[in-house]
């Protein structure tokens, strides 16, 4: 009997993973067959049209998730390395204010986009920042829907240090921010830009937020990070799958292609990494 569920519930997971792996499939075939035709220069290079459908592309998207995205890393990297060596370096873990932070670091990265996405539009487009509709603050609320997933992937790198590297470098006399900074750090680095690049990928994907922080669904000049409107991929391609014309249904299918390409490249990136700077002590 107790063979008979096991092949049982085998079976019932090998379905469930076929099933998931088939529809992704099918969805990246979609965009693949759709969007092939539109993979040309003036994807890239022309702005959104109505009149010109079949020359219309991406650009003042791709110019603002670059922009979106290199605030992002801007804000990411240094608070979320610096939160990360305070609470595994220096923190006192007896003490309730520290586990508190550790355990709303945790929460905050399970709570969904759309809530960042409130967050943004009353403390920083509106109410006390009062920033206004720009991509500075969708590079902001962005920032803090991945910064708990910097800080505890960081944290990990940080803690996968051997405690021998930081005995050693005491012994030695250095102090504990040398040893911090010339040992650990150094050593995590492969596990720390991990986890970023992840989180960059993450956040390259979100559309939600930008939405409530002002991101335009339709943008025909290139945007400026402190101030005018702004859009990006993930928000253009939902304006453009939305309409009812099979030209802008094309379009979006290209964007989706150039997305899938973009993010598949950064997760492989990341996990290259990962394996060919992992040391083992």
């Given at each position: 009997?107790?063979?008979?569920?096991?092949?049982?519930?085998?079976?019932?997971?090998?379905?469930a993973i076929a099933t998931a792996v088939t529809m992704l499939l099918g969805m990246?075939?979609?965009?693949?067959?759709?969007?092939?035709?539109?993979?040309?220069?003036?994807?890239?290079?022309?702005?959104?049209?109505?009149?010109?459908?079949?020359?219309?592309?991406?650009?003042?998207?791709?110019?603002?998730?670059?922009?979106?995205?290199?605030?992002?890393?801007?804000?990411?990297?240094p608070i979320g390395v610096a939160a990360a060596v305070y609470l595994e370096e220096?923190?006192?873990?007896?003490?309730?204010?520290?586990?508190?932070?550790?355990?709303?670091?945790?929460?905050?990265?399970?709570?969904?986009?759309?809530?960042?996405?409130?967050?943004?539009?009353?403390?920083?487009?509106?109410?006390?920042?009062?920033?206004?509709?720009?991509?500075?603050?969708?590079?902001?609320?962005?920032?803090?829907?991945?910064?708990?997933?910097?800080?505890?992937?960081?944290?990990?790198?940080?803690?996968?240090?051997?405690?021998?590297?930081?005995?050693?470098?005491?012994?030695?006399?250095?102090?504990?921010?040398?040893?911090?900074?010339?040992?650990?750090?150094?050593?995590?680095?492969?596990?720390?830009?991990?986890?970023?690049?992840?989180?960059?990928?993450?956040?390259?994907?979100?559309?939600?937020?930008?939405?409530?922080?002002?991101?335009?669904?339709?943008?025909?000049?290139?945007?400026?990070?402190?101030?005018?409107?702004?859009?990006?991929?993930?928000?253009?391609?939902?304006?453009?799958?939305?309409?009812?014309q099979e030209e802008f249904h094309i379009l979006a299918a290209a964007g989706v292609?150039?997305?899938?390409?973009?993010?598949?490249?950064?997760?492989?990136?990341?996990?290259?990494?990962?394996?060919?700077?992992?040391?083992?002590?």
């Open positions: 009997m107790g063979k008979v569920k096991n092949q049982l519930f085998l079976a019932l997971m090998l379905l990246i075939l979609w965009a693949a067959i759709k969007g092939w035709p539109r993979l040309d220069l003036n994807l890239f290079l022309n702005a959104p049209s109505t009149i010109n459908r079949d020359t219309a592309g991406f650009r003042p998207a791709i110019l603002g998730t670059i922009y979106i995205i290199l605030g992002v890393i801007l804000l990411i990297v220096y923190a006192d873990k007896t003490k309730w204010f520290n586990r508190l932070i550790e355990l709303n670091i945790q929460n905050l990265a399970g709570v969904p986009s759309i809530v960042f996405g409130i967050l943004g539009m009353a403390f920083i487009v509106r109410g006390p920042i009062s920033m206004g509709f720009v991509a500075a603050a969708g590079s902001i609320t962005l920032a803090m829907l991945v910064l708990p997933t910097v800080i505890i992937t960081a944290r990990e790198a940080i803690k996968a240090v051997p405690s021998s590297i930081r005995d050693a470098s005491l012994g030695l006399g250095a102090t504990q921010w040398q040893t911090v900074s010339k040992q650990v750090l150094p050593t995590a680095i492969p596990g720390i830009l991990t986890g970023v690049i992840l989180a960059v990928a993450r956040a390259i994907g979100e559309a939600a937020p930008l939405l409530l922080v002002g991101a335009t669904t339709f943008v025909t000049f290139n945007p400026s990070f402190w101030e005018g409107g702004y859009t990006a991929m993930p928000v253009l391609i939902y304006n453009y799958i939305a309409r009812p292609i150039v997305m899938l390409a973009v993010l598949l490249a950064m997760n492989s990136f990341a996990i290259w990494l990962r394996n060919h700077y992992e040391r083992k002590f």
